[in-house]
């Protein structure tokens, strides 16, 4: 509240106009928990754009959680490049200020939406809050091209969400401001509590026939450009001698809509009468799939912040991981892309109770599914709401 000095009358602030931006299913089911708690904040006026770098997937998600978008740029086109995808965003995202003219604009994660839409907020002098700011592997080609993509926002960011204490170290390390970094936790978990229930009904019906009390269910789940070829080859040579050691396991492929994906797979993998190919899943079956699962192998980012607290091991198909809290804490592994470095670690897993119980008990450090509301109150903060 600001006083009017003549009148001694409290006045209250306008809310804050703010505009979410994001493009890609992973970016909108972690900014999903946002846009609908900013919505039912009277202190903010929340915007939403949307680039359309993922179309089919993008929409799955925002049909979920109902959100309809106030722009969309829909720049997805087939084939399109990097150098297509950043110039489309700036391009599109500066036109949508001038018309949204917000006071704060929120981005997501690694994502070229995330780094080009922070450019254009930066252009065109809007403030910029990086949301799951501070992941860091060092090194600038792994993740390609998010690892730059994150640094680059932050660069221009004024407001950086941590997930955890270790990501505001590496934002320290780089120079950004102790009182510029909140320490919020991550958004993935928000996404959870309205997702994953105990009694669900898949929306693709082949998951209802699975087996999970009579199986050990492994999802699999792959998709980073550092991945295709030869170590998407290895992953399923991997995945094919698991299933022969163990007659017990079944494995559900979520296939990514990359025909580099697809085609490999399903070449390997489609004949397999213990093997699942899906397209991807909505998001609401593909949280409750790794709920029931026994494991979880994937080079998603997401799946290992999601894996814990739905009760699920997660052995990451990476070499590095920009997510190292958790692989210290013990809730993940990270196990590569060899065919002994996979099989190694489901065998010792499948055979050792007390290994696997060990990941089982490990504490979650992306927190407590109360990021939103934490980095609204920062906002609040900031620009004195309260």
Known sequence: MSRNARSGHSVKKPPLNVILIFGTRPDAVKMAPLVLSMKADKRFRCTVCVTGQHREMLD???????????????????????????????????????????????????????????????????????????????NIYYPFPEEVNRRLAAAVSTMHFAPTAQNRQNLLREGVPDGNIYVTGNTSLDALRLTAREKYSFANDALNKVDFAGRRVLTVETHRRENLGEPLNEILRAVQHILELYPDMFAVFSVHLNPKV??????????????????????????????????????????????????????????????????????????????DGIVGAVRELADDPGAYNAMLGAKNPYGD???????LDAIAERFELN
């Open 60 to 138: 799955q998600v925002l049909t979920i959680f109902d959100i309809v978008p106030d722009y969309d740029l829909n720049i997805m086109r087939e084939g399109q490049s990097l150098q297509d995808i950043t110039s489309k965003v700036m391009y599109g995202v500066s036109d949508v200020f001038s018309t949204a003219k917000p006071d704060l604009a929120l981005v997501h994660g690694d994502t070229t939406t995330c780094f080009a839409a922070a450019l254009a907020a930066f252009y065109c002098k809007v403030p910029v809050g990086h949301v799951e700011a501070g992941l860091r592997t060092d």
């Open 369 to 375: 599914g109360e990021a939103s509301a934490r980095i």
């Open 262 to 339: 697809q085609a490999p797979v399903r070449a390997m993998l489609s004949d397999h009468d213990r093997a699942l190919l899906l397209n991807p899943l909505c998001l609401p079956d593909y949280h409750n799939l790794v709920a029931r699962s026994f494991l979880a192998l994937s080079d998603s980012g997401g799946i290992q912040e999601e894996g814990p607290s739905l009760g699920t091991p997660v052995l990451v198909l990476r070499a590095e991981t920009e997510r190292q809290e958790a692989v210290d804490a013990g809730t993940v592994r990270l196990v590569g892309t060899t065919f």
